[in-house]
């Protein structure tokens, strides 16, 4: 169950996120609103609005602002139109990039997305143009507290994922996509609900990033992750850790 680090794939400056609180809310209520929107808006029937309540409570999202959310993706108002779109492209060193988007103005958002890779030194390519560098997977993260690896694997081996890697931060389980749903049920059976639960994207190859291209790298990671339509950036890099240690100093 060892082996690829697919989950590195969007590593960058440790504590980027925690100054940027009120930008993950606002990704995540517009997760919230267009799940809502795509089913039913009970959780317990809707395993994406399932999955993005978890988020949520992950993120310490007040009760309050998850019910709005949920409301107003349910009640189909204007404000819940967004776009669910995917820009793909190369950033600094060729590396591969995947950004997924839910925006309420494609123009703008296709705008912002090519001045970012403009700025710092990347392409935006055609769509498909790095999308056969991946593979669609589904991903269900456990924080490290949640038992033993030994535990978590024997669960993980019953529940029918594909893969388990085990970071600083937990657990990091892969699966095929139609079995997200029946993988996150079994899991949280046993654990309860996971803390992340998703279809995402993993890398078939990386590209080792050298520390003069890690800066510019990282800067155009930040700047998509730092606009509010962008809701997740793949890419298919490793950083020696010794790199990141200096860069983070």
């Known amino acids: 169950m060892a082996g690829h680090s697919q989950f590195k794939n969007i590593m960058y400056r440790k504590g980027a996120q925690d100054a940027k609180r009120a930008k993950v809310f606002t990704k995540l209520i517009r997760e919230l ?3 809502a929107k795509s089913g039913a808006p009970d959780p317990d029937m809707n395993p994406r609005l399932r999955s993005a309540v978890a988020a949520a409570k992950a993120a310490n999202m007040p009760k309050d602002n998850i019910s709005r959310a949920i409301k107003r993706g349910a009640g189909g108002g204007d404000d819940a139109n967004f776009e669910e779109m995917r820009y793909e492209g190369y950033g600094p060193g060729g590396v591969a990039l995947i950004v997924e988007v839910l ?6 958002t ?3 997305v090519r001045a970012a890779f403009n700025k710092h030194g990347g392409t935006l390519g055609e769509s498909g143009s790095v999308g056969f560098l991946f593979e669609r997977v589904g991903h269900i993260h456990y924080g490290a507290d949640t038992a033993v690896a030994d535990d978590m694997l024997e669960a993980v081996l019953e529940a029918g994922a594909e893969d388990m890697e085990t ?28 803390g992340a639960a998703r279809l995402d994207w993993k890398p078939q190859t990386t590209v080792t990033v050298a520390e003069d291209t890690a800066g510019p790298l990282f800067g155009l990671l ?15 890099f490793e950083v020696a850790d010794e790199v990141m240690e200096r860069l983070g100093a």
């Open 110 to 112: 296709a705008s912002n």
């Open 167 to 194: 970071n600083g931060e937990g657990y990091e389980i892969t699966c095929v996509p139609d079995e997200l749903n029946a993988v996150r049920e079994a899991l949280a059976e046993r654990f309860g609900e996971a």
């Open 33 to 35: 609103t267009v799940a």
């Open 222 to 236: 930040e700047a998509l992750e730092d606009d509010d339509d962008v809701q997740r950036v793949a890419a298919n």
């Open 103 to 108: 925006t309420d103005n494609r123009n703008r």
